[in-house]
């Protein structure tokens, strides 16, 4: 993977991509999810960090591959101090400072049943250079492994050449593990093992981890899927499932339609990325050595019969850029209008990371943000979220958003994302949500319509008759007298509603606990000892007591809860969120 020097890492900068325009007052229409991206720091410290994944486990934790042997643990606040496995003992050793070129740990993934057999696989390389997948499992303590656990699958001859050693592991929709394998070093394929079907090298593999082909042999613990292109073929390696491969460092499943996208290093002038739709039976070749790309490289006898399949993409090395890093298509939340259904990948020496397109057969790319080099590798969330990590030591979270001045660094952005992807509201006009602007009750009448009834109800027109200062042709008329009709508001005395007036935090509480039970509910009675500022005979105690019963709200600091204060659109998305159990980020 490696062709340039180590260099520290300097700053991030964010580039924020626009995509459309919002409209509309108040809750407004439902905008583009998403219409904007940016890097946000996750965590730094790490050493040689080239693979980032989960355990699909349900814990929300992000395992950590640093290339000197250990798997680190980030448990969505922290770096664990200690590592979830140490492999160094068994792996290529690095010098000091570490520098392990092409060598030692370089992939892990857990199995599919993992949260009930605690099994997970590494790739590494032994000193001799040797790549090893190896099956370990958990101990007790679910943030260690057991290191004496160790049960060799698969041992593939590299210790000609240190460089090309492939890495990645991960499993497919099948339940069957995929195995990227370099083409065994040096340049030019000079074993020619791009074009051999019968050596491992140069390839994709895919094997059954549960089950043994071999059992006479101790050295393969594995099975070889009797659907796998050359499983009955004796001349070629039955684990072969693509081939024609220079290094496949980083691979990855589109977690929607299974397709498989290939990110391939090309030797001196083509980097590559190749794609095998869900529903291929393996098999293909992807040219090397043969070709570079799409572009030929050599033309012995060997290259004059095969029929090869071009990559999707492809770039060439101008600009400083020298390898491919291979990404993922985006499937997390929130929903993104640049990001959703499209690949990323990046390169290793420049940190440019592009966004890939396609339809009608047609791919196109377009350069989204910048990280600085040397960037390793991109991971997965359990949940979606992409990340990308650099030799530098640093993890960041590719994060999209939906309002440019709601940033995922701000204390309630996953909460103005549920607001918005539940179709309650499409922010304060121009791109923007205006979290610290107060809310208004004409406001507060259309969100709560919508969180109550869903984002595709549309209220009967308005009478303008329901309350005096709101006539049918104010902008939230229907929506007024909507919640009146639903027993949620009734006014604010003398048969008005003054639309225009902020909501208090007080009033909320009225307002979403009749939207959440309706509007016979009573709460018990308010005792006046939960907040400071609530004493039992305020007028709407009960009210928030029972909103800080239920785990809606719990206040605004220092034990108390400013019932007379106006409510923030930040706080509503807040609450309106806890409220009706609105899905976040």
Same mark, same amino acid.
């Given at each position: 993977m490696h062709r340039s020097p180590r260099s520290r890492l300097s700053a991030l900068w964010p580039l924020l991509i626009p995509v459309l325009l919002l409209s509309g007052r108040g809750a407004g229409a439902a905008p583009p999810s998403g219409g904007f991206v940016q890097l946000v720091p996750v965590v730094s410290g790490l050493t040689d960090p080239l693979g980032v994944t989960h355990a699909g486990d349900g814990s929300g934790r992000l395992f950590i591959v640093q290339q000197t042997g250990q798997i680190r643990i980030w448990d969505g606040t922290q770096l664990l101090a200690t590592s979830f496995l140490d492999v160094s003992s068994v792996s290529s050793p690095c010098g000091s400072p570490p520098n392990c070129g092409e060598r030692g740990l370089l992939g892990l993934a857990f199995h599919p049943n993992y949260a009930s057999n605690g099994f997970f696989y590494v790739d590494y390389t032994r000193g001799n250079g040797d790549i090893v997948i190896a099956r370990y499992h958990v101990s007790a303590n679910p943030n260690v492994a057991d290191p004496n656990s160790g049960l060799i699958l698969l041992t593939i001859p590299h210790s000609s050449q240190p460089n090309h050693n492939g890495g990645q592991l991960a499993f497919g929709s099948d339940g069957y593990l995929y195995i990227g394998v370099g083409d065994g070093g040096g340049g030019g394929d000079p074993f020619?093992?791009?074009?051999?079907?019968?050596?491992?090298?140069?390839?994709?593999?895919?094997?059954?981890?549960?089950?043994? #082909?071999? &059992?006479?042999?101790?050295?393969?613990?594995? %099975?070889?899927?009797?659907? =796998? @292109?050359?499983? #009955?073929? &004796?001349?070629?390696?039955?684990?072969?499932? %693509?081939?024609?491969?220079? =290094? @496949?460092?980083?691979?990855?499943?589109?977690r929607s339609t299974h397709d498989l996208y290939i990110a391939d290093v090309g030797q001196g002038n083509w980097e590559e990325i190749d794609f095998q739709p869900a529903a291929s039976a393996g098999g293909q070749n992807y040219g090397w050595d043969c070709r570079e790309g799409a572009h030929p490289f050599e033309t012995d006898a060997d290259c004059t019969g095969p029929a090869f399949i071009d990559p999707v993409l492809e770039y060439d090395h101008s600009g400083g850029k020298c390898a491919v890093i291979g990404?993922?298509?985006?499937?997390?939340?929130?929903?993104?209008?640049?990001?959703?259904?499209?690949?990323?990948?990046?390169?290793?020496?420049?940190?440019?990371i592009w966004l890939s397109t396609h339809g009608a057969g047609s791919w196109t790319s377009q350069q989204i943000l910048s990280i600085s080099p040397l960037v390793t590798t991109f991971g997965e969330s359990e949940k979606g979220r992409l990340y990308i990590a650099s030799q530098g030591g640093t993890l960041q979270w590719i994060a999209p958003y939906t309002f440019q001045d709601v940033a995922p660094d701000f204390w309630a952005w996953q909460f103005v994302e549920g607001l918005a992807a539940s179709g309650i509201t499409g922010g304060c006009g121009g791109n923007d949500f205006c979290p610290n602007s107060s809310l208004n009750r004409a406001e507060a009448a259309v969100f709560l319509v919508r969180a109550v009834h869903g984002s595709a109800f549309v209220p009967p027109a308005a009478s303008g008759t329901v309350f005096t200062d709101v006539p049918a042709s104010y902008w939230a008329a229907s929506y007024i007298e909507q919640v009146a009709a639903d027993g949620v508001a009734r006014g604010c005395g003398a048969n008005r509603y003054c639309p225009e007036a902020l909501l208090t935090r007080a009033e909320a509480a009225v307002l979403l606990l009749r939207g959440k039970h309706g509007q016979s509910y009573a709460p018990p009675a308010g005792t006046g000892t939960?907040?400071?500022?609530?004493?039992?005979?305020?007028?709407?105690?009960?009210?928030?007591?029972?909103l800080s019963a239920e785990g809606i709200s719990g206040g605004c600091g220092g034990g108390n809860y400013c019932p007379d204060q106006a409510m923030t659109r930040a706080e509503a998305a807040v609450l309106l969120t806890r409220t009706f159990s609105l899905t976040t980020p």
């Open positions: 020619e093992s791009g074009q051999n079907t019968n050596t491992l090298l140069g390839k994709v593999l895919r094997i059954d981890v549960n089950g043994d #082909s071999f &059992p006479a042999d101790p050295n393969r613990n594995y %099975a070889i899927p009797p659907s =796998n @292109p050359f499983a #009955s073929t &004796p001349s070629s390696a039955p684990e072969v499932w %693509a081939y024609g491969l220079r =290094n @496949p460092w980083r691979f990855s499943f589109d990404g993922y298509v985006y499937r997390g939340q929130p929903a993104s209008s640049v990001l959703t259904g499209n690949y990323l990948y990046s390169d290793l020496c420049t940190g440019q939960v907040f400071h500022d609530v004493p039992a005979d305020y007028w709407a105690v009960s009210w928030i007591e029972q």
